[in-house]
Structures are given as structure tokens and as C-alpha cells.
């Protein structure tokens, strides 16, 4: 049902009846494999071609079609952009049943393997250690070429010596044009596999992965959009995420939450423009660490005369900029400061003592002191609840370690898959199999 009030037109999936040669399958009953099988934990093209074989479900599902392996992967393959839009009909459904509300919004994000191998990751210094080791070895082969003499000339030793100097060569190559595309795009590292992938750590080690996007609605935990970046941290994504899910609401939400991970003031800043109250913590309200004696927090600052005072009443005036951080310096007079009682605690610093104040430091002060306030708290108890259970849910019951596809865009129409497989199954933990079909029917 859930796919039988999917536009297939809008998703970009489309069914040429009068093409020639063999009958194409029916879309609807392709996708419909797809998500079954992803809703199980079926991913393989393989394992898919076999379900409809002998599972009765998958046969039942499909009307007694049976795709090869092939065309399973062709038609994931080939429709990789309209299979991402899935999830956004899917949300749109549960608007329509009113199972979404769209008032508070969660972000969250999750690191899952891509496939492909870290071993398969190059960088400039990986790259320049291979060279050397392969220079290395030309050389060695050259030189034994050369010690050999004209009787060892008819042996396979050198015939085998001359196929390794032209494999050392090919490689030698391709080390050189790693090198050359990482130089030119300004890039740290490339992966040979899945160019798009990144170099990420875990609690299980360092792979090659993808930085999967969650935005979870409040009122049932319903996925409301999702995404994959290559970004390894989630620093960059607060305001891009919680765009698209309003996108896809068709309005703003009113408040929009998420963990220190996404704490950027230029990221905030573009949703708190826009009249939504933004509950994220700082770095160093979510260490919880109290401030140490003559703490920053301790200085009052006179926006009048642009300057600080420090709790003994001496003046620490404007000193310097530093752009690439994006903050002014305030410094005392060293003078004053190697007279105080307190130099050596407060600072020791022959220069006397410095701080910093951000460009952006009203907007930061008026975000952490918004989420202190008991309302913001209460809901940021709940962003757990919320927006981790979805990614456990994909990991544990759907069992997903890793991507099968390659490149942004295939990742992301599975990640798209997969989040719709989470929303069916709340749906049906809502409504019931028979509730849900009724609402259907109904719209």
C-alpha cells in the first residue's frame, strides 16, 4: 500500500510500455522488492533474486515475478536518484495521516561503512613513500638486469624480472596520477573505490565510510529527511539538514535540536535568523566543566568602550585582530598585570594577560543561555529518544554495516531506502497493519 500511493512519475521512475525486446518489469513491483527486502535486512541482488524463488511473501509481493540479480541491480543502479526522493514521499504520507507535526525537529548523524576498503585510501604522504619504494625497486631490477649475462639471457628469471619492472611502472603511473588529482583538487586523501568516501573513526576503528544525516520529528519519532555527506564531523550540517526537512514540511518547524557535534555559530545563526528556536549546546556546555579561577566567564565586558575588566577592576583594552579565527584579542598592560596580586594565577604571561571575544560571541551567549532554561532542557532529554533509535534500528534489526553501493548518490537512494523501511514499521507500530491500510485508502 505503502508503495502503491507513491508518484512514481515524481520520483523519476518511469515505464515505457512500447519498448523493444523483452517486457520491462513493472517499477512499482521493482521498488517494492527493494523496500520488502530492505525492510528484512535483504539487500543483496542475489539473496533478493533467491527470496522470490521460495519465499511465498516475496512471491506474493512481486505478483510471481522473478528478476534475475541483474536486473535488481540495474534498476537500483539506474534509478539511484529517484530511489533517494522515496523517503521524501514517504514523510509526505505521514503528514497527510497526521503521524508527522513538524513543530520540534532532531538532527543527529552516524558514521556507516561505504564499500571499499581503507587500505584503498591515498594521500599525498602515502602516495610519495610508494613512489620511493617503487623507484627503489626499478632500480634493483635494473641492476640485475644488468648483471646478467648472456647465457642466463634465454632463462625465465629475466623474462620474469622484465614483467615486474613493467608492473612497478603501471603502478608507478597510477601513484603519479593519485598524486596529481589529489594536488590538483586540493584534497587530503582519495579513496581508489569509492572516490567519495572518507577516512572516518569509530568505536570499531578507522574505515573508509560515509557521515549519514537523520532529522527525526517530535511528536512519533518519524523520519522526516536524511541525507549522507562526506563530511567527517557533523560541523556543517545543522542548517542544510534542517532546511531540507522543511522542504519537505512544506513550512519551518519551530524548534530545531541537536547535539554539541553540530555547534557552529554560522550554522545556527542561518536557522535563529529565521525566527526558530535553535536548542544546541556549546563544546564546553556539553563538558560540563565548571570554570577555573579567573575564568573568561569571570571578566564583565563594556560594550561601550569595547573593552574588559577583569574581577581585580584593571582594563583589558582591544590589542589586535585575528581573522582566521575570527575573534578580537583584549590585553592589560603588562605592568598592571606583574603588579597584581594575582599574576601567576590569573596569567603568566610577561605580555600581560589576553582575551579573546568572538565576532560572533552576543549570538553564541544568547544560544547557551536558551539552552539552560528548563524548557530547553526538557527537550533536549528527549533528542535521544528520538533521533538515535532510528540509526539503531537501520544498524541492529535491519543489520546495515555498510553501504553496497559506491559513490554519494548511491548511498544515498539505499540511506533513503532504509529510513523508509524505519517509518513503514513505526507506521505499522502505530496503526496497526489494518489502521494503516484503511488511512491509506482513505487519502
Known sequence: MIVDALDLAELGIELVPDK?????YDPKAMLKLLVYGYSYGIRSSRKLERETHYNLSFMWLTGGLKPDHKTIAEFRRNNKKALAKVLRQCAGLCIKLELIAGNTLFADGSRIRANASIKSNWTVDKCRKYLKGIDKRIEQILAECEQADEQERDQGSLVKLADELKGKEQLKAK????LAELKSEDKQSTNTTDPDCMPMHSRQGTHAAYNAQSVVDDKHGLIVNCDVVSDN??????????????????RKCQTACADSGYYDLDELQKIDAQQIEVIVPSHRQA??????????SYFKYDAERDCYICPEGHVLRYHTMEPSKRRKVYRAKRLVCRQCQHFGVCTSCRLGRKVTRLLQEELRDKLEAHYERPESQAVYELRKQKVELPFGHIKHNLKVGGFLLRGLAGVRAEMSLL???FNIARMIGLLGVSGLTRRLASL
Open 175 to 178: 601513484v603519479h596520477a593519485i
Open 419 to 421: 529510513s523508509t523501511c
Open 20 to 24: 523493444v525486446g523483452c517486457p520491462q
Open 287 to 296: 563538558a560540563e566543566a565548571k570554570p577555573k579561577p579567573f575564568d573568561k
Open 233 to 250: 564531523h557533523d560541523t556543517r550540517q545543522f542548517a542544510g539538514q534542517i532546511e531540507q526537512a522543511n522542504a519537505t514540511l512544506g
